[in-house]
């Protein structure tokens, strides 16, 4: 932990970084609160890491916390963009509403079937039998 990280910021960044995490607190009001988790994917190039950990530690080095960011103004994009400073990061315009849908199409039942193995056709043409096509996210 930084000397400098600011009493209201509780994170963690180690040389062998996998996940960071970072929160800020305000007790007397609640007018914001915001917290940061950055997690390295598996196969992340040491580059990729090493310039992810230096942003975080200036972040952290500059003794102002997420929930402080947000009080001034800032966004959650304006924090994510000093995390990932250097690294021309493309944040994707703001997510709709997650919904359960299926995608069904016929196209992918016949991508599906074309998965049997060719003897189960054969059977399935000798004996006439019917294909039933049920999607269980439906």
């Known amino acids: 932990r930084p000397d ?10 180690e040389a ?15 007018a914001a609160a915001g917290g940061w988790r950055v997690e390295l ?11 992810v950990i230096d942003n975080m530690r200036h972040v952290l080095a500059s003794g102002v916390s997420t929930t402080d960011m947000l009080l001034r103004g800032q966004t ?30 016929e196209s992918r039942v016949y991508r599906t079937l074309a998965l049997l193995p060719r003897d189960e056709v054969r059977h399935i043409v000798a004996t006439n039998d019917k294909i039933e096509a049920k999607c269980e996210f439906c």
């Open 76 to 105: 959650c994009d304006d924090v994510l963009e000093m995390l990932l400073a250097g690294m021309d990061p493309t944040i994707l315009p703001e997510a709709a509403t997650p919904a359960f849908r299926c995608h069904c199409d």
């Open 41 to 51: 994917l598996p196969g992340a190039p040491d580059e990729v890491a090493s310039k």
């Open 4 to 13: 400098n990280a600011g009493d209201d910021d509780d994170a963690t960044v």
């Open 16 to 30: 062998e970084l996998t996940a960071a995490l970072a929160d800020g607190k305000t007790f007397d009001r609640v």
